[in-house]
Every structure is written in structure tokens, then in C-alpha cells.
């Protein structure tokens, strides 16, 4: 059975991936499953899809905890434990990383038994033009199967875009082909593996026990290790809204529709964002009356720096 897991970030079509990957490994004689998970739907949040392939009924369900083909279309996420990008690796499995750096870089960064293999998306999209990364990450995940034909592969894609105009369907196609031709040298790099007998799961739920306190300490806001207060969610985010005072009318509409209530006046009446914990949704920059939101790519700016007495 091939076990594919493929990690991203909310907007770079990796729901979409999964299908295609499924698609074309159905049109290439396979009983195949596929499906996403995530939580809530912001743009940058972490989330990944599992597809399953084998040549007779999958009775198998539930999460891939041993890949042996782990995709990973953003490399931020190395940076985010709670991702699970590594979870299960091992000497068989193949990681494939969406990145510039070289596969020498990421074998001496990540210390993993398995074989690491890098596709450069950003040369592709130079090439081809731009789309997601998680279509660039199909072609070239594909090839690495070695049981996927390119015809099959291009016929996916066009049924999984069908809604999408011909011009987005076209370049799409053009750059899975082109990431599939980059691996033509590790074809069927990626192990088939036996099912394995399915294993009881002993380890305990992790429960978070709150003992019983007075409303001002125990609400509404839980400080305890990975909860709330203490989960830096602005690691989610790939693009940042910034303020311009000058257009800014204070009306604090940005504030009302933050989701995440990660906008705040400041004495004057201007909106201060607090980058700790914003996503990158972009709801203010969007409803702005006056524009006086603009959009950063998150790393052409600094990162934010702790306010005093924080860790």
C-alpha cells in the first residue's frame, strides 16, 4: 500500500492536491483514498491531507501515522511541532520538500533515517507561472510513485480544476508536467509497503484538568502550556496586514471584525495589531473602508519582538 501524507498551509492547495494525487492514482488501476484535515479555515493555518493507493480494498481508516511518502509544500512548517510534519518516519519513507535549499542542507538539518528529496516550486512557477504549491508538490510527488502516468496525472488535474477557467487549467497542468519531468531520475523512489496489522491505540487521551477557581483566574482565558494565551498563532501566518496612520480614520471597524480579537486601539483611537497572535486572515485589510491597510509578505519584515516580561 502507498501511505502519502501532504503537509501546508491554508491557501496553498493542499485539499485540492490530495484529490488530484487520488485521482490520478485511480485512473492508474488503484483503490484509492483521499482526504483532508484541518481545523478552522484561515489562511496559514497548518493543516495536511492523506491519500492511500493499493490494488485491492483499503480497509484501513483514520490517520496515516506511517508514510512512506511525506510531502511538504511550505518548509515553515518545520518551525511549528504542533504541524507533526516528521510523525512516522522512518528508514523506508521518502520526504519530499517544497523548498530552494539544497536536499544535502535539509539531510543535515533534520537528521532523518529515510531519503530527503527537494523540489525547487519557486523555479517551476518562474517558468510554467504561478500556482499553489500544493499542485507543484503533486507532479513531482507523482513521479516519485512511479506507478502514475503523466497522462493520468494531466487528466486528474483537469477534472479536479473543472470549475477553474482554461487558462488556469493549462498553466496548472504546465507546471505539474514540469515537476514531474524534474523527478524522471527518482521514478518509484518511494517504497510499496505491506499493510500492517491494525494497532490498538493504549496511550491515554491528554486530558488538561482545571481545578475549580474564582471566575476572574480561571476565565475566560486558559494560560496553561499549549493552550490559548500561550499558542503564538501569528507562526501561522505567510502575509501580515500593516497600518498606515495617515490613511487610517479610526473608525475601529478592523477591530470588530478580527476574528481572532488580535486588534486593539491604542489612546488615540488608531488600531495596533499584535502580531503574536494574528494569522494573516486579512478580514481588515479587505473591509478597510479607507485602504489604509496595506499587505506585507511575511518575510520581507521582521519578526515581531516580545514585549517586555514576556519569554
Known amino acids: 500500500m502507498y501511505r502519502i501524507r501532504l503537509h501546508g498551509r491554508g491557501g496553498q492547495g493542499i485539499k485540492t492536491a490530495s484529490r488530484i494525487l487520488g485521482t490520478a492514482l485511480f485512473r492508474s488501476g488503484f483503490e484509492v483514498q483521499d482526504a483532508p484535515r484541518y481545523g478552522a479555515e484561515r489562511r496559514g493555518a497548518p493543516i495536511f491531507a492523506y491519500v492511500r493507493a493499493d490494488d485491492k480494498v483499503i480497509c484501513e481508516r483514520g490517520l496515516i501515522h506511517q508514510p512512506n511518502l511525506v510531502v ?25 520538500i517544497n523548498s530552494e535549499r ?8 533534520l ?21 499553489p504549491a500544493g499542485a507543484l508538490c503533486v507532479g513531482a510527488a507523482a513521479r516519485l510513485l512511479g506507478v502514475v502516468s503523466r497522462r493520468a496525472l494531466l487528466q486528474a488535474v483537469a477534472e479536479e480544476l473543472a470549475g477553474h477557467d482554461a487558462a488556469a487549467i493549462q498553466t496548472s497542468q504546465q507546471a505539474v508536467s514540469q515537476a514531474y519531468e524534474l523527478f ?3 521514478a518509484g523512489l518511494v517504497q510499496r509497503l505491506q499493510s500492517g496489522a491494525k494497532k490498538s491505540v493504549t496511550t491515554p487521551p491528554k486530558w488538561v484538568e482545571l481545578d475549580c477557581e474564582a471566575l476572574p483566574r480561571a476565565a475566560p482565558t486558559i494560560t496553561m502550556a499549549a493552550t490559548s494565551a500561550l499558542v503564538k498563532t501569528g507562526l501561522w501566518r505567510t502575509r501580515r496586514p500593516r497600518i498606515d496612520r495617515a490613511l487610517c480614520s479610526r473608525c475601529g471597524l478592523c477591530r470588530t471584525l478580527c476574528p481572532e480579537g488580535g486588534i486593539d486601539l491604542d ?12 494569522k494573516g ?25 516580545p514585549k517586555e516580561g514576556e519569554p
Request: hydrophobic share 40%; with cysteine.
Open 72 to 96: 511538504v509544500a511550505d518548509e515553515t512548517l518545520f518551525d511549528l511541532p504542533a504541524a507533526n510534519v516528521l510523525e512516522g518516519l522512518d528508514g523506508r519513507a521518502v520526504l519530499l
Open 267 to 278: 489612546g488615540e483611537g488608531y488600531p495596533v495589531i499584535d502580531y503574536r497572535y494574528c
Open 281 to 305: 486572515c486579512l478580514l481588515c485589510a479587505a473591509q478597510c473602508p479607507r485602504r489604509a491597510i496595506a499587505v506585507a509578505d511575511e518575510r520581507t519584515v521582521s519578526p515581531p519582538q
Open 184 to 186: 524522471a531520475g527518482e
Open 102 to 109: 539544497s536536499a544535502q542542507d535539509w539531510c543535515r538539518q
Open 111 to 131: 537528521q532523518l533515517p529515510g531519503q530527503v528529496t527537494v523540489l525547487d516550486g519557486a523555479a517551476v512557477v518562474r517558468e510554467a507561472g504561478r500556482v
